[in-house]
Nanobody, 123 residues
């Protein structure tokens, strides 16, 4: 069983940066694609970014392209989401998730989930 523990998040001013971490335990992360999702108040959860098992493929939602960067360090069993130029509309609970396959275009089929971390972008 794969467990995902998230860290990072918090309050940041518009234009600021945050880095979210997703640490895995129980299994090696190498075989899993990792995706980040977010859910803003009153909105449906949306896929933000995904990275394949060995990092060869990355996908981003249009709303975060050029501002967010997904990465992973399989040696440390950790994935990251670097968020720059944050906007108030980025405010949401962010979740990492894993699936034993490559990234799916519609972010479906995730098997394991972190508990979420709140990111608030506000002045």
């Amino acid at each position: 069983q794969l467990q995902l523990v998230q860290s990072g998040g918090g309050l940041v001013q518009p234009g600021g940066s945050l880095r979210l971490s997703c640490a895995a335990s129980g299994r090696a992360l190498d075989y899993y694609a990792i995706a980040w999702f977010r859910q803003a108040p009153g909105k449906e959860r949306e896929g933000v970014s995904c990275i394949s098992g060995y990092g060869g493929t990355t996908n981003y939602a249009d709303s975060v392209k050029g501002r967010f960067t997904i990465s992973r360090d399989n040696a440390k069993n950790v994935a990251y989401l670097q968020m720059n130029s944050l906007k108030p509309e980025d405010t949401a609970v962010y979740y990492c998730a894993a699936r034993m396959a490559g990234c799916s275009k519609d972010y479906s089929g995730m098997d394991y989930w972190g508990k979420g971390t709140l990111v608030t972008v506000s002045s």
